[in-house]
T-cell receptor
Framework: DTGVSQDPRHKITKRGQNVTFRCDPISEHNRLYWYRQTLGQGPEFLTYFQNEAQLEKSRLLSDRFSAERPKGSFSTLEIQRTEQGDSAMYLC???????????FGPGTRLTVL | QKEVEQNSGPLSVPEGAIASLNCTYSDRGSQSFFWYRQYSGKSPELIMFIYSNGDKEDGRFTAQLNKASQYVSLLIRDSQPSDSATYLCAVNTGRRALTFGSGTRLQVQP
C-alpha cells in the first residue's frame, strides 16, 4: 500500500456526462501526477502539480479535462462531456523531492457507454 | 520511433528460472529509470529504480543500465508464479513526468 488513495475506484457513465475523480496522496508528496492508461499500453502522462501549482500539462489534456490541487494536498481531475474514447484507467501518483520516485494509487477505472 | 520500447511478450519462463526483461529508450538525456510491476486490473507497483550505469540488486531483482547503448534491463532470479505480471519500464527524461513503455507480459510456468 503506497498510501495514495483514489476515489471512486470504478465509474460508469453515459457519453456526454461530466465526471470527477479525486486523489489523496500522502502528506510527504509535494508533487502529484495524473496519468491515463488504456488496455495494452503503459500509463500516459496528463498533468502534474507541485504543491498547488499546476506546472505541466500534456497535449493529451484536451480542454474537456481540468485538474486542480487547491490546497496542495488532494487533487481532482474533471472530464466534461465524456466521450467513449475517455474510457481508461486514470492513475494518480505522488512523489517528493527527497525520493524522486513516483508511487501510484489504485486508479479509477472509467467506462463511458 | 517510440521513446521507450519493450517487447510486449508474453515472455514465458519455468518456475525457478531467470527472467530477463529488456527496455530501450531514445532520449540520451534520460536521467533515471524505473521498473514497475502491474498485475491485471491493478495499478503499477514500483519494483526498482536505477540512476547510474551498472547493476543494482534488490533481493531477487537486478536492474542493469547501459546509458551508452540506451538500454535498461530487469533480471528476476528464481522466478515464481506470483511474478507473472506485466513489467513496465519508465524513464525520466529530465521533465518530471515519466515516459512508460507498453510493458512486457511475463508468465512463470509452475
Amino acid at each position: 500500500d503506497t498510501g495514495v488513495s483514489q476515489d471512486p475506484r470504478h465509474k460508469i457513465t453515459k457519453r456526454g456526462q461530466n465526471v470527477t475523480f479525486r486523489c489523496d496522496p500522502i502528506s510527504e508528496h509535494n508533487r502529484l501526477y495524473w496519468y491515463r492508461q488504456t488496455l495494452g499500453q503503459g500509463p500516459e502522462f496528463l498533468t502534474y502539480f507541485q504543491n498547488e501549482a499546476q506546472l505541466e500539462k500534456s497535449r493529451l489534456l484536451s480542454d474537456r479535462f481540468s485538474a486542480e490541487r487547491p490546497k496542495g494536498s488532494f487533487s481532482t481531475l474533471e472530464i466534461q462531456r465524456t466521450e467513449q474514447g475517455d474510457s481508461a484507467m486514470y492513475l494518480c501518483a505522488g512523489d517528493s523531492q527527497s525520493t524522486d520516485t513516483q508511487y501510484f494509487g489504485p486508479g479509477t477505472r472509467l467506462t463511458v457507454l | 520511433q517510440k521513446e521507450v520500447e519493450q517487447n510486449s511478450g508474453p515472455l514465458s519462463v519455468p518456475e525457478g528460472a531467470i527472467a530477463s526483461l529488456n527496455c530501450t529508450y531514445s532520449d540520451r538525456g534520460s536521467q533515471s529509470f524505473f521498473w514497475y510491476r502491474q498485475y491485471s486490473g491493478k495499478s503499477p507497483e514500483l519494483i526498482m529504480f536505477i540512476y547510474s550505469n551498472g547493476d543494482k540488486e534488490d533481493g531477487r531483482f537486478t536492474a542493469q543500465l547501459n546509458k551508452a547503448s540506451q538500454y535498461v534491463s530487469l533480471l528476476i532470479r528464481d522466478s515464481q508464479p506470483s511474478d507473472s505480471a506485466t513489467y513496465l519500464c519508465a524513464v525520466n527524461t529530465g521533465r518530471r513526468a515519466l515516459t512508460f513503455g507498453s510493458g512486457t507480459r511475463l508468465q512463470v510456468q509452475p
